[in-house]
């Protein structure tokens, strides 16, 4: 017992040392104490290992502090240089690259995006839709589906090439720019696009062509040779350190970055040019990437690698956040304010992603007073499923994999009870039943037979538009553990006689 009190007074002192530090040189004369509280007890009370936060305003950065460890085992300390993976934050960088390719004419938004493909396409479950551009892609407007799949360091399988990928998921399941899903895939695609035009691959473009003209220095896709020792490790639930692994979309989810270089990008796309950057692209580039293109959801709207979204009080935001395994992070823009506001942190919570909110609320009251009020806020409950008469019966077809077709069906009654046949499995319930804007959705038991999904046991996952006396959508794969996954393909589903009654 004596021991462990010694273990845990030590390593008390260490977390303190860690977090301590970072008091040293702290620009901001107390403005942003109760944020800095709200960090220290999630550090100290909800075992997150580091967290790193960054504000600019007016062209000037205000605040940038870290706090905790980049890598606990090594007793590595976050600095505002410690480079995170920034999951999903990657991809208003990727759109960049896009648009400084597309300023230069080689590639034109409009176009058909089979164009940049080479041998590989894009390819419609109905042959009559028009072709998917590049803006469709950019916007999660194309039709493409659900999708990721993550490679860990520790397990035999390694991700295929992208004509591969694109082969077995690019299946288009709406018409090109009718419908907003949102798909990881996509920016996989525009990443790919990337390397293809400009002849210098993905990874080696953004670093010489975007990265380094902005001055963003502790920036790469993956971790870039000679930054080893500076990437934060990403941890899990139970805060051991998660093997390293890649994606099959890396535009989507790769790229690592710092707190103090991605303010600076923040900083950019708002037009303020911070010291020693060099402007990729122009203002009205930028202007473009950030006016809304698809509508997500009531004031919500995507536009080229940004959400868009009008608050109550009148405030566009433009934002980015990233989760994964090990990943929190989010870069929120609010131009009128001339305010940019980043947090990364190495595990997934959920808390993390208040701190941002309470940073930009101390900075303008307005929105904080929002904010707060929408926390406060009793949580609506879901009304419970009631199918429209449309819905009601059996409906029959199949699933379409890249491997072959197998057939499945639903029973959905009057009480909102839905049955799941699978050819070869048993029947199953589908669970979290929704029916919004003609789609239904919901999760339940079973298998897809593919080579790809059998690396690990999953469940299903069902989205299926409702149109006439037909169903068509997807139905994903997915494994939360890993090796994670979100693997679609589609399904097409008619509805049929109901059986005489016995």
């Given at each position: 017992m004596r021991c462990k009190k010694f273990y845990a007074a030590a390593f008390a002192a260490l977390l303190g040392a860690a977090c301590g530090a970072a008091f040293a040189d702290v620009p901001d004369n107390g403005r942003f104490a109760k944020a800095r509280a709200m960090i220290l007890d999630l550090i100290q009370n909800a075992n997150v290992p580091s967290i790193s936060v960054a504000v600019a305003q007016h062209g000037k950065i205000l605040w940038e502090e870290s706090f905790g460890w980049a890598d606990r085992e090594r007793l590595i300390k976050a600095t505002p240089d410690t480079m995170y993976s920034i999951a999903s934050t990657s991809k208003p960088l990727t759109a960049t690259g896009l648009m400084v390719l597309a300023e230069r004419r080689k590639i034109e938004l409009d176009k058909d995006v089979n164009t940049y493909l080479g041998g590989a396409r894009l390819t419609p479950v109905d042959p009559s839709w028009p072709a998917p551009t590049v803006k469709h892609v950019m916007n999660h407007t194309a039709g493409l589906p659900l999708h990721y799949q993550f490679f860990y360091e520790n397990e035999p399988y390694r991700r295929p090439a992208m004509e591969e990928t694109i082969r077995r998921y690019g299946i288009l399941l709406r018409r090109p720019g009718e419908f907003y899903f949102y798909s990881n895939l996509g920016f996989g695609i525009i990443d790919f696009i990337i390397g293809r035009v400009s002849g210098r691959g993905y990874a080696d473009f953004m670093r010489t062509d975007v990265f380094l003209p902005l001055g963003m220095t502790r920036t790469s896709v993956g971790i870039g040779p000679g930054l080893e020792g500076f990437a934060a490790r990403r941890y899990d639930e139970k805060q051991l350190p998660i093997p390293f692994y890649t994606f099959d979309h890396d535009g989507a989810s790769a790229i690592f970055t710092s707190a103090?270089?991605?303010?600076?990008?923040?900083?950019?796309q708002l037009k303020d040019h911070p010291a020693g950057a060099k402007a990729v692209l122009s203002d009205a580039t930028i202007d473009l990437m950030q006016d809304p293109k698809a509508t997500t959801a009531p004031q919500r709207n995507y536009g080229l690698g940004w959400v868009i979204h009008e608050d109550d009080c009148g405030y566009k935001t433009i934002v980015h956040g990233g989760g994964m395994p090990g990943v929190s992070t989010d870069l929120k823009l609010l131009p009128t304010e001339d305010l940019a506001v980043v947090m990364l942190c190495n595990i997934s919570n959920s808390k993390a992603y208040t701190i941002k909110e309470e940073i930009i609320g101390t900075l303008v009251p307005k929105y904080g007073e929002k904010y707060r009020a929408k926390m406060q806020a009793p949580p609506v409950a879901p009304a419970p499923f009631t199918p429209p008469a449309a819905l009601v019966g059996e409906w029959r077809g199949g699933i379409h994999t890249y491997s072959g077709i197998q057939s499945a069906g639903l029973s959905i009654r009057?009480?909102?009870?839905?049955?799941?046949?699978?050819?070869?499995?048993?029947?199953?319930?589908?669970?979290?039943?929704?029916?919004?804007?003609?789609?239904?959705?919901?999760?339940?038991?079973?298998?897809?037979?593919?080579?790809?999904?059998?690396?690990?046991?999953?469940?299903?996952?069902?989205?299926?538009?409702?149109?006439?006396?037909?169903?068509?959508?997807?139905?994903?794969?997915?494994?939360?553990?890993?090796?994670?996954?979100?693997?679609?393909?589609?399904?097409?589903?008619?509805?049929?006689?109901?059986?005489?009654?016995?």
């Open positions: 103090h270089d991605l303010i600076r990008f923040g900083m950019f009057e009480n909102g009870e839905v049955k799941v046949t699978m050819f070869g499995q048993m029947s199953t319930l589908l669970n979290m039943v929704e029916f919004k804007d003609d789609i239904l959705q919901g999760a339940c038991y079973g298998t897809i037979k593919t080579e790809d999904a059998a690396r690990a046991p999953h469940y299903l996952m069902f989205g299926v538009h409702l149109e006439g006396d037909t169903l068509t959508g997807l139905v994903a794969a997915m494994a939360d553990t890993p090796p994670a996954f979100a693997l679609s393909s589609w399904i097409q589903l008619k509805k049929v006689a109901a059986p005489p009654a016995r």
